[in-house]
T-cell receptor
Framework: GAVVSQHPSRVICKSGTSVKIECRSL??????MFWYRQFPKKSLMLMAT?????????EQGVEKDKFLINHASLTLSTLTVTSAHPEDSSFYIC???????????FGPGTRLLVL | DQQVKQNSPSLSVQEGRISILNCDYT??????FLWYKKYPAEGPTFLIS?????DKNEDGRFTVFLNKSAKHLSLHIVPSQPGDSAVYFC???????????FGKGTSLLVTP
């Protein structure tokens, strides 16, 4: 199978601090990973596309200086929420796909709560 | 602008019956369609997919039908089981390696 992990699964932080979320493809290499955000009872909204070895491509309306994405290797992408505010509280999910494969496999998600 | 639409936010079906979840899309460039199942506070789990060159794909109890001219696809679950109760998302992409466009999801409840 294709397994994608995320860490941490849940994080609570104080306003103004930074939080790093890791996304790993455990049994395959992923040249591209995606970061999504889901608000309660809403659809998954794409935040950015993360390509190994290059800068991430952000969707319109997503602040690149606030949501820092690093795709350091073929199995790891990180999302750092900088200077977090309560409105950043959300469910963050990453996905990855094998090279030339169209199916994306999702991580279990990270619940972020900013107090 | 929502390019993938699931117009039924919820659906209730009796165990053993057929569940039909519908999805419409507006972008004619979409070439690949997927259905995901999702539980609260968990990532989506891939269920079944179909490419635009096909009009039907079947996997066990799950069948996806694609009507490209109508820009419509549907997921059939037969027979429905209580464990199928979850939110189902329809997603589409225009090319391998491209991000998915998701619908808003349909919450399916299968009652005993």
């Amino acid at each position: 199978g294709a397994v994608v992990s995320q860490h941490p699964s849940r994080v609570i932080c104080k306003s103004g601090t930074s939080v790093k979320i890791e996304c790993r493809s455990l049994d395959f290499q992923a040249t591209t990973m995606f970061w999504y955000r889901q608000f309660p009872k809403k659809s998954l909204m794409l935040m950015a596309t993360s390509n190994e070895g290059s800068k991430a491509t952000y969707e319109q309306g997503v602040e690149k200086d606030k949501f820092l994405i690093n795709h350091a290797s073929l199995t790891l992408s990180t999302l750092t929420v900088t200077s977090a505010h309560p409105e950043d509280s959300s469910f963050y999910i990453c996905s990855a796909s094998r090279v030339y494969e169209e199916t994306q496999y999702f991580g279990p998600g990270t619940r972020l709560l900013v107090l | 602008d929502q390019q993938v639409k699931q117009n039924s936010p919820s659906l209730s079906v009796q165990e053993g019956r057929i569940s039909i979840l519908n999805c419409d899309y507006t972008n004619s460039m979409f070439d690949y369609f997927l259905w995901y199942k999702k539980y609260p506070a968990e990532g989506p789990t891939f269920l079944i997919s179909i490419s635009s060159i096909k009009d039907k794909n079947e996997d066990g109890r799950f069948t996806v039908f694609l009507n490209k001219s109508a820009k419509h696809l549907s997921l059939h679950i037969v027979p429905s089981q209580p464990g199928d109760s979850a939110v189902y998302f329809c997603a589409a992409s225009s090319s391998p390696g491209y991000a998915l466009n998701f619908g808003k999801g349909t919450s399916l409840l299968v009652t005993p």
